[in-house]
């Protein structure tokens, strides 16, 4: 066994390969780059070597610099993770030449299995069933349309160099074909510096199922299969094992395709064959076919850890190191069955938009398997997969797997970003998903459905609200609270609600015109008489309620407020509900705009609220040591003639 890794990745995974060689007695070197200084991996690791500026290119994909990296820090091999590196045999030659071992397939393995066409004509050779289609060397356009409708329509152009989902589009309608064709080519071109395609015959009502191999260079065996239908946009959302409807014969015949595909390549490592398959009806012999083949540790491998108990880190680290595989095939088992849900920071109802931010809160739940990069306080940069964390879970079936999955991600508490967690919670309740019938566009054909499910819930609003106007403790989940009788408007970014407090215990909430009955004991809360499970947490970002169908409400901004919000105006106003610290002006005081009138403290942070005009100041209406509610008037200027 090796005594010292470096890992040629961020993120997760970084984190997940130290995980294991902390368990292995391996010593671990991170690389960062100036974007990740202060990342998990880095403080996770037992040393770090800095590469350069945030852009991959720059760093992450700087291939000399790593390997100067491990040579300086004594690394005997490099761990490439997934993505970036990990698919790049002219790294695994750099990485051999300096006498480094590459934790990974052979050079060769990879370029035998790096384009698709090539692949799937290796793949043909060998016996393994590949979707029909056209993979030849001619690109001409009239060609490459006469095999398309020689393949029958609807068809799938790819990329050859394709990855991520990218250069692929469906064609239903020959005349739509040369449209399609060259928005794909521009498309693979920008991303892989390769325009050329294939074509393949749509497969309808697909499902996608995939094998996770292992191979030691000469042998493989197979751990099975993982289902990854549940896709958006050709990329996987949930994934799991074993594949719904699976039967002992399907999966033999599988496993042992797989098997060849590895074993003609002589493959080393980590490696997975992706296959579609006909989901139009049960599983069949002749009803599945290989796509393609995945070089390295696929994202979703925890599932298949999670059902076989094997470590695939370490199973890469003694393979690499020169050990012989762990396990014989008839030694691996399945038990149990198990999901991974990917937690991204985007933005659903725009449309998925990868989303950035400062995770202002983030806890995950004890009851999952949680692999993160981050941690509260973090930031979600632009600068590479916006991904928070996958959780994993794992049960003796389908169902209470599934359960469990739904489970943790109520569970699960991220501000400071938006995310698909609620959209990965409409999932799990989704009913065709529950009972097992997946293909590659049941979220397709019910989005709306799943987004609308998605919203913020009205009701988790008006509890919010109770949080905005300090009436929950921010520091107890949903905890104490104070009594104020008073009616006020609760004012945030975006939007402003009445309440109406009745006494220690019950309020109501009139938001967009409907009035919520609000009642709280403790940590228990109840709008309109149903008793809720949210959990009302006050963070540096503001408020948010969580437990599906999130809530957050961000205090008015102060900024905004003091300068363009309400330039010009008489009155300053509490942004947030908050401690006044220290009141800095007294009446018949001219100020300048900008000056400091107050400062307030919340959320943890104080804030000065400044002059929004020249003026003189009239009245103060707070002083130090008040508690104010968002919106209470703080400081009011003579009117402007009057100045
Ligand atoms: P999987 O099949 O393992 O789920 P994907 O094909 O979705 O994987 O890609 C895995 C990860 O690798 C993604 O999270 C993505 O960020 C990264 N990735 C994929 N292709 C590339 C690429 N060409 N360059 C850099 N990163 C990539
Ligand atoms: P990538 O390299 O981008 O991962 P793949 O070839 O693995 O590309 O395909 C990605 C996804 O596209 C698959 O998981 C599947 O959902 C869909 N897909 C690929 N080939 C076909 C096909 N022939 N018919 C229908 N869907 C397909
Ligand atoms: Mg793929």
Redesign the pocket.
Known sequence: MFSKILIANRGEIACRVIDSCRRLGVATVAVYSDADRGARHVALADEAVHLGGPAPADSYLRGDAIVAAAQATGAQAIHPGYGFLSENPDFVDAVEAAGLVFIGPSARAIRAMGL?DAAKALMEEAGVPV?P?YHGENQDPAHLADQAARIGWPV?I?AVA?????G?R?VDDPADFMDALDSARSEARNAFGNPAVLI????LQ?R?IELQVFGDGHRAVHLFERD??L?RR?Q?VIEEAPAPGMTPEMRKIMGAAAVRAAEAIGYKGAGTI?F?VDGSQDLRPDGFWF??MNTRLQVEHPVTEAITGVDLVEWQLRVASGEPLPAKQEELTITGHAFEARLYAEDVPAGFLPATGRLAHLEFPGNARIETGVRQGDAISPWYDPMIAKLVTHGATRAIALRALEAALVDTEVAGSVTNLDFLIALTRHEGFREGEVD?GLIARDLDALVAAAEPDPRARALAVIGLAGLADPKVKGGVTLWQPLRRTIAWQGGEALLEVHGPGAARVTLDGTAHEVRWQGDRWWVDDALRRNRIVAHDAGISVFGGRTVHLAPLDPLARDTAGEAGEALTRSPMPGLVKSVHVAAGQAVRAGDRLAVLEAMKMEHSLTAARDGVVAEVLAAAGDQVEAGAPLIRLAEEDAA
Do not use: A, D, F, W
């Open positions: 698709k979707v289609g799938l790819k394709g990855g991520g989902g990218k692929m469906r393949e015959k749509y497969i697909p996608h990854c239908s896709q050709h996987k992706e579609i796509m393609e590659t």
